[in-house]
């Protein structure tokens, strides 16, 4: 079980950061790979990587696979940061849509929503 194990934790961090591997693709003798990707979610946000990069200078080697993971953290933060910035711009978009059109209107599908958010963004770019 990868969550009890640190050194299965590790290894499956080093697999994906080195060998530039997606988090589902891990192999199951590291566990689920949902635990894995949970934990270094969970580390990533406590800055983990990034200080142990910093304390262990002297290692040129691991000093690598730690900027490697260093990397990958940096990457997912962002990658997450996005998309909750799109899913709360089309959620405000979507209530300002609804408050636009009063109370009688009938509510806007989820694929109906999307559609009219990206040919106002599209719009928008083209006209400003």
Same mark, same amino acid.
């Given at each position: 079980?990868c969550g009890r ?12 950061a080195l060998k530039? &591997?997606?988090?589902?693709? %891990?192999?199951? =003798?590291?566990? +689920?790979?949902? $635990?894995?990707?949970?934990?270094? *979610? ?24 730690? &900027?490697?993971?260093?990397? %990958?953290?940096? =990457?997912?933060? +962002?990658?997450? $940061?996005?998309?909750?910035?799109? *899913? ?38 083209? $006209?400003?």
């Amino acid at each position: 079980m990868c969550g009890r194990d640190n050194r299965l934790f590790m290894e499956a961090v080093l697999w994906v950061a080195l060998k530039s &591997g997606s988090w589902s693709n %891990l192999s199951p =003798e590291f566990g +689920r790979w949902r $635990t894995s990707y949970m934990r270094f *979610r969970r580390w990533t946000k406590a800055d983990v990587w990034r200080r142990l990069a910093e304390n262990l200078v002297d290692d040129q080697e691991l000093q690598v696979m730690l &900027g490697a993971i260093v990397d %990958l953290g940096d =990457e997912h933060t +962002r990658l997450n $940061t996005e998309r909750s910035i799109r *899913r709360s711009n089309v959620k405000i978009y979507g209530r300002a849509l609804a408050s636009a059109a009063g109370a009688n209107a009938k509510p806007v599908r989820a694929d109906e929503l999307s559609s009219s958010w990206v040919w106002l963004v599209t719009n928008d770019s083209q $006209t400003g």
